[in-house]
């Protein structure tokens, strides 16, 4: 069973500040991974996908992929209110048969921003 | 939501009614996948499709059926409703096995 790892949180800092999230997947030979965020009550929505060893800047996003650790991990800067939701990581099945191609999520951290 | 509409957006229904929700896109996708998302479960996969007429199961089939007779359509049927079928449905879309974007979710009760 490919299995995808979060910390549930709530994760909670102050605005302004650096939120960092964390996962860890199982699947060994998975190559794409990405980061969805899901308002209360809304469908997750794209933030940012990885492939490569290192990290992936998109604005205020960092995204880091250690794929030797089995790691990635979300970097949020300069933190706002705005940005408090669930964050799902999820990572391709590398799996045989069906699952080949599939997407497994973690159960998602949820992100509080304090003013 | 990327050209993509579910319906109904809610739904009440009664234990061993079938129901059938829609998926639809406007982005002519090749893939289309129907999850299911429970507290404590996190988003999990019900069925896909890697074009019309072909599909096959994820994670948690059992008491689902779904269609595809065009691109942009993808029904998921549940043939007689029970209450542990009680969710938030979403239908995701990708173009190739990789990215995927989501619908707005249907919310199901089964009483």
């Not at chain 2, 404590?40 to 007429?53: A, D, N, Q, T």
């Not at chain 2, 059926?65 to 065009?70: D, H, L, N």
């Not at chain 2, 239908?91 to 989501?102: H, K, L, M, P, R």
Request: one cysteine or more; aromatic letters at 12%.
């Amino acid at each position: 069973q490919k299995e995808v790892e979060q910390n549930s949180g709530p994760l909670s800092v102050p605005e302004g500040a650096i939120a960092s999230l964390n996962c860890t997947y199982s699947d060994r030979g998975s190559q794409s991974f990405f980061w969805y965020r899901q308002y209360s009550g809304k469908s997750p929505e794209l933030i940012m996908f990885i492939y490569s060893n290192g990290d992936k800047e998109d604005g205020r996003f960092t995204a880091q992929l250690n794929k030797a650790s089995q790691y990635v991990s979300l970097l949020i800067r300069d933190s706002q209110p705005s940005d408090s939701a669930t964050y799902l990581c999820a990572v391709i099945s590398s799996g045989y048969g069906g699952s080949q191609g599939n997407l497994i999520f973690g159960k998602g951290t949820k992100l509080s921003v304090k003013p | 939501d990327a050209g993509i509409t579910q319906s109904p957006r809610h739904k009440v229904t009664e234990t061993g009614t079938p129901v059938t929700l829609r998926c639809h896109q406007t982005e002519n996708h090749r893939y289309m996948y129907w999850y299911r998302q429970d507290p404590g479960h996190g988003l999990r996969l019900i069925h896909y499709s890697y074009g019309v007429k072909d599909t096959d199961k994820g994670e948690v089939s059992d008491g689902y059926s779904v269609s595809r007779s065009k691109t942009e359509d993808f029904l998921l049927t549940l043939e007689s409703a029970t209450s542990s079928q009680t969710s938030v449905y979403f239908c995701a879309i990708s173009e190739g096995t990789d990215t995927q974007y989501f619908g707005p979710g249907t919310r199901l009760t089964v009483l």
